[in-house]
């Protein structure tokens, strides 16, 4: 059986899993671990990989999708009017690929901490790639007059060399 998308209320989709898991639905939210930085405090939080964002299918024992659009947390189903768009196992097998041994999910850059990378516009930076940080940015160091600095640039702005 299929699944369908499911827009949540904003910050909503962990509230939106929890009801749904006790109305006997399958859910699956993908997620990814993240650093925040908030009053000079640096924090480890889970986020949704898909903000406002979950997916649900429906189980002999839970009810059809109308008590899907009427959870807590819910907003509506992903879809065209009244009907949903339905989402293939194949989809979801593929993103459960991409999660590591703790279930989270980890930008697929293709780098390795160490390499050396190049910056679309910049060929002439001397720039080494050290980690992923949120799915969209990478932390590069940066060689600049015998010191090494951090930046953070667009992952889609690097390629390796």
Not at 42 to 71: A, E, M, N
Not at 76 to 90: A, C, I, M, N, T
Not at 101 to 126: R, Y
Request: a positive charge; charged letters at 25%; one cysteine or more.
């Amino acid at each position: 059986m299929n699944w369908v998308a499911v827009w949540t209320h904003p910050n909503g989709e962990f509230k939106a899993e929890q009801h749904l898991l006790a109305q006997g639905f399958d859910v699956y939210l993908p997620r990814y671990q993240r650093q925040r930085r908030h009053a000079r405090r640096v924090q480890t939080v889970i986020r949704p990989f898909f903000p406002r964002y979950l997916f649900c299918r429906p189980t002999k024992d839970s009810h059809g999708l109308r008590s899907i659009i009427s959870t807590r947390g819910v907003a509506r189903l992903v879809g065209h009017g009244e009907s949903p768009d339905w989402v293939s196992d194949q989809v979801i097998d593929a993103l459960r690929a991409r999660e590591d041994e703790n279930g989270l999910m980890s930008p697929t850059t293709g780098l390795n901490a160490g390499q050396k990378v190049t910056l679309a516009g910049h060929p002439n930076l001397d720039l080494v790639f050290e980690c992923a940080d949120d799915g969209e940015r990478a932390i590069l160091l940066l060689d600049f007059l015998g010191t090494q600095t951090r930046v953070r640039v667009p992952l889609d702005r690097l390629a390796a060399i």
